[in-house]
């Protein structure tokens, strides 16, 4: 679905993916995990045009998409679920989920953003409870929950998500996760990316580590989480303190 | 029946994305965590961050069993001790011995690519699987042992030896499927027959050979005395052990797992790859390995790579079988001999036993090589005209296949000596 060879991008005179190779295959959920700096919300912005690439390729569903526009990149069918939610506080939890379905607009009968509207209700029967609270008011696991939602909307081939846990209470990521289990189990694609490397990689099926932009470990996810390097580094385990105890 | 369809029959354009990614991955993790490895890539002006496409692999320099020797015996391990729960060593046979090691996940993954070429060959769980491989140092047995559990099959951990023993527990325990090396398969074979066993009354299926060259007429010939299918497989220790590549039961080539591996094929005198198709030596690199990564390892084994696709649906490609080693090619009178070229010959002519020996000496400025083969009790005891005929028949077929003409001398069945693992079939007396 999503295939990147040697992609290099960075800001001004920074570089900062070096040559990052990478897929995700069609019902995947992939997780990138790295330290913060590694370029991990680079790449992400880089797959969606916003963040400006120097070389290599990004082929989703075989076209290349380096030279899209963002709004493109989000019509062909891969759409972004920002990091920190950036959900619009002062519209009401409907309109930002209808402004998700603006892509999908033009053109198109009103009754099919009823019928999406409808889905997102099923999947999220939070969010009809308070369709019409402002979305500043929402509580951070119910904006997190709008920002997949409105994600959604646009019928995305390829659902991104960025550090959809940060900030959130452990109760909360864990639903989170499990909504994030459910779109893969319902027949989604979902490239995730987390600091938060177990709960990423305990749902993923595949992972990918970035280390100062370079991919250093490819491989399932029970194969990352048993790895001793990932755990040092990533999962805050540190192995030869534990022998010592 | 496939063990990981979505890798044996991922599509070329996949699997070749998915090589290089693992590749980059790889190069980079040696490049940080192996000083040879760095200090390698330094000398030739590499930086793993330069790596674009597959490709690429061929401005690497090779890896050898010297090197290997020369770091012994951690030098080359891309983690630490503490990371690695097993260590397997070469038997040293050939000089000292080299020392390789497995992560936790290095283990899971080797399981994995055994249960891939133990399914190719027939095996499922419902099987009784006798392991006839040294258990220990060498990696045959464990290695097909983990791989066999994995599939689920009940597996008799036997080791190699004691003959005897191996062929009452075959009778008794019901075997299905028998894993050993091909010289060792006959011996079992000889030794059912001098019991006076019927073989019909075992319940052998399929068998499982590798560890040494063999040829399509031994393969025959255990297939017909032992009633089972049997097919070829392939690996070494310095690259994982059993499981890098595998016969499926077309048994025409070895399925190679690349998505694990990327292999080449190269003169063993240049160095450059061969045209497609053409016979070298096999070059092996690991994309997946953690604890012992090996970057273009030179293993020694000659083949030719096949391209064609396979009725059986892998599109994993196939390596032919291994046609002998360049350590074991010998020039006799200049010209390149390889001992399965006189295996192939003497399986083909009847009244032949597939037990031989070359014995390479040197006569005056000359070298002379004869042939010794056992011949059945049928012959040995007929007449001299007879003895004659046959002895010409195997020098004139030798003569036309190798370019020179070698001595033949008939001796009788099981005066040759015998192998439990490895088969010595060169005697060379010439002391080069």
Redesign the interface.
């Known amino acids: 679905m999503l295939r990147i060879k040697n992609l290099q991008a960075g800001y001004g005179r920074l570089t900062v993916l070096r040559k990052v190779t990478m897929h995700i295959s069609f019902g995947e959920i992939v997780s990138i995990i790295g330290a913060n700096g590694a370029g991990k919300t680079t790449l992400l912005k880089a797959i969606c045009g916003l963040v400006r690439t120097r070389d290599g390729e990004i082929l989703f569903d075989r076209r290349d998409i380096r030279a899209l526009s963002t709004e493109s990149i989000v019509k062909l069918g891969c759409s972004l679920v920002p990091e920190g939610r950036q959900v619009f506080a002062p519209m009401t939890v409907r309109e930002n989920l209808v402004l998700g379905w603006y892509v999908q607009y033009r053109g198109r009968h009103g009754d099919e953003v009823k019928r999406e509207l409808d889905r997102m209700f099923e999947l999220f029967p939070r969010l009809k409870e308070r369709q019409k609270q402002l979305a500043g008011t929402l509580s951070g696991g119910e904006q997190q929950m709008l920002a997949i939602a409105r994600a959604l909307m646009s019928k995305p081939k390829l659902i991104m998500m960025d550090e959809p846990s940060m900030g959130l209470a452990p109760l909360v990521v864990k639903d989170i996760f499990a909504i994030i289990v459910r779109l893969r189990d319902e027949g989604n694609t979902v490239l995730l990316i987390e600091q938060n490397a177990k709960a990423a990689l305990s749902v993923a099926d595949r992972g990918y580590v970035l280390e100062t932009g370079r991919i250093i470990l490819e491989g399932r996810a029970e194969d990352l989480l048993a790895n001793r390097d990932v755990q040092r580094a990533y999962l805050g385990r540190d192995l030869d303190a534990e022998v010592k105890i | 029946m496939y063990w990981e369809p979505e890798y044996e029959t991922m599509g070329k354009d996949?699997r070749e994305?998915?090589q290089?990614?693992?590749l980059?991955?790889t190069l980079?993790?040696v490049y940080?965590n192996v000083p040879f490895y760095r200090k390698k890539f330094d000398e030739v002006g590499i930086d793993p961050?330069d790596?674009?496409s597959l490709s690429d692999l061929r401005k690497l320099p090779f890896t050898t069993k010297n090197d290997l020797r020369d770091n012994y015996p951690y030098g080359l391990f891309a983690?630490p001790l503490?990371?690695v729960v097993r260590i397997h060593a070469s038997s040293g046979t050939t000089g000292m011995s080299t020392v390789v090691g497995y992560?936790?996940?290095d283990i899971?993954?080797w399981s994995n690519l055994v249960a891939r070429i133990l399914t190719a060959g027939g095996i499922t769980k419902d099987d009784v699987v006798q392991i006839a491989f040294g258990y220990g140092l060498f990696t045959g047995g464990h290695g097909l042992h983990y791989g066999a559990e994995r599939i689920g099959a009940s597996v008799i951990p036997i080791s190699s030896g004691n003959t005897r023993r191996q062929v009452k527990i075959m009778q008794d325990f019901k075997t299905t499927a028998l894993i050993c090396t091909p010289s060792y398969a006959l011996l079992i074979a000889d030794t059912i027959q001098e019991l006076g066993i019927n073989i019909n009354s075992l319940s052998l299926k399929y068998g499982l050979f590798g560890a040494e060259p063999w040829s399509e007429g031994m393969r025959q010939e255990i297939q017909e005395r032992l009633k089972i299918m049997a097919t070829d497989n392939y690996g070494l220790s310095e690259v994982m052990g059993p499981g890098v590549a595998g016969e499926c039961l077309e048994r025409n080539g070895l399925h190679i797992s690349e998505d694990h591996f990327i292999v080449e094929v190269v003169d063993p005198n240049t160095l450059e790859a061969v045209a497609p198709g053409g016979v070298g030596e096999l070059v092996i690199t690991t994309l997946?390995k953690?604890a012992f990564p090996v970057i273009r390892f030179r293993t020694r084994d000659l083949t030719r790579l096949m391209q064609e696709p396979c009725p059986c649906g892998r599109t994993l490609m196939r390596m032919s079988r291994v046609m002998g080693r360049t350590d074991d090619m010998l020039i006799i009178r200049g010209v390149n001999v390889f001992p399965s070229q006189i295996e192939a010959i003497l399986c083909d002519i009847e009244g032949t036993e597939p037990h031989y020996q070359i014995v390479v000496e040197r006569k005056g400025a000359l070298d002379a090589a004869t042939v010794l083969v056992e011949v059945s009790e049928a012959i040995f005891f007929d007449e001299m005209k007879k003895q004659n005929e046959l002895i010409d028949l195997i020098r004139k077929r030798l003569a036309a296949e190798l370019g020179i003409s070698v001595d033949v001398k008939l001796v009788e069945k099981k005066t040759l000596e015998r192998f439990e693992g490895k088969a010595r079939r060169v005697i060379d007396n010439r002391m080069l």
């Open positions: 996949e994305q998915l290089l990614e693992r980059q991955s980079r993790r940080l961050d790596f674009t983690v503490r990371e992560t936790r996940n899971k993954t997946t953690e």
